[in-house]
């Protein structure tokens, strides 16, 4: 069992809103230069460049996630976390199902690329990501667990598109299995300030970078056997001598 230092919350240049040196090789030599042992890359309601992190990292020490962060129905962003891309790539097709038939609009949000893991275009997205999709937060949660994912409600702080921030309350009944704060925000800070949080419920920080020098700004250390969502949700749990801490 050892420390994995993880930042599970970064966006590439197929998420409108980052910046076009968000590609893999770049991300992943600057998240290997600030000591990180585990990444997720989490793009606006797509997965599509999950593989080339994941093939431009290899031979590397850093271990690559697939993921999305997930806009519900309510306009709740939710980090869906995976081992494999074939499970990534079966979310990806729930979620297309349930996305608005909307181009995207480039001059408004920015565009969308797909691109190799030498960070080469291959092409261009060319629906709306930037919305919410239909799935109710609870269905979303649901589904992710049932895919063997993890389904942690992003940034819960914020005002625009964190779960506090939209509905004032943390719903008694979600089965979360933990929740992200915002960068600037310490988990313990945020306990004090939403003191309705369950007691339970863990919190984890990551940099939702958008930009290189964001990438590991703020992390989550994990106590693991290996960077698995098993053991990532064992650790959550404080189970077997894992471990989630903020440093």
Known sequence: MRVYRADLHLHTVLSACAEVEMLPPLIVTVALQRGLDVIAVTDHNATANAQAVIEAAA???????PGMELQTREEVDVLCLFDTLEQ????QAFVDAHLPALANDVERFGPQYIVDAAGDFVAEDPHLRQGPTTIPLEAAIAEVTRRGGLAIPAHIDRRVKGLLGVLGLWPPDLQAEAAEVSPNLRPSQARQRYRFLPADLPLITASDAHFLDGIGQVLTEFTLNAPTIAEIRLALRSAGGRSARVP
């Open 59 to 65: 031979g590397t020490p850093l271990h690559v996630l």
């Open 88 to 91: 990534a790539a079966d979310w």
